[in-house]
């Protein structure tokens, strides 16, 4: 099965969006997303048997989110940078205007 940076990203925003308690660093959500592919595909955890293609798209995806306005870099005063994020205020807004543009461009 070949992923997808349409794969990934759709996996991110499950996990941000429509999670209680979504990832707070890029790292976990690298993580959460590799599960997710791994169960999908119906193999156990995947994080080391990711291909560096992957991984690279995982970046992509993550800049992605912020050029976006879905998530923010920093978390809280104490973590107010990188690899520290926290969902925008209108992540959810922004999530749809977002898809409707891809939409849009046959994206």
Same mark, same amino acid.
């Not at 308690?21 to 690298?30: A, E, G, H």
């Not at 807004?93 to 898809?99: I, L, T």
């Given at each position: 099965?070949?992923?997808?940076?349409?794969?990934?990203?759709?996996?991110?925003? #499950?996990? +941000?969006?429509?999670?209680?308690?979504?990832?707070?660093?890029? &790292?976990?959500? @690298? %993580?959460?997303?590799?599960?997710?592919?791994?169960?999908?595909?119906?193999?156990?955890?995947?994080? #080391?048997? +990711?291909?560096?293609?992957?991984?690279?798209?995982?970046?992509? &995806?993550?800049? @992605? %989110?912020?050029?976006?306005?879905?998530?923010?870099?920093?978390?809280?005063?104490?973590?107010?940078?990188?690899?520290?994020?926290?969902?925008?205020?209108?992540?959810?807004?922004?999530?749809?205007?977002?898809?409707?543009?891809?939409?849009?461009?046959?994206?």
């Amino acid at each position: 099965m070949t992923t997808t940076k349409s794969d990934i990203r759709a996996i991110a925003l #499950d996990i +941000l969006l429509d999670t209680t308690n979504p990832p707070k660093q890029k &790292v976990n959500l @690298d %993580l959460a997303i590799a599960s997710e592919l791994a169960r999908k595909a119906g193999q156990p955890k995947r994080g #080391d048997a +990711l291909s560096g293609n992957e991984w690279l798209m995982f970046d992509e &995806v993550f800049w @992605d %989110l912020i050029m976006d306005r879905i998530i923010t870099p920093g978390m809280d005063m104490a973590n107010s940078g990188l690899p520290w994020f926290r969902l925008h205020s209108e992540a959810r807004q922004n999530a749809k205007r977002a898809e409707q543009v891809q939409k849009q461009s046959g994206h």
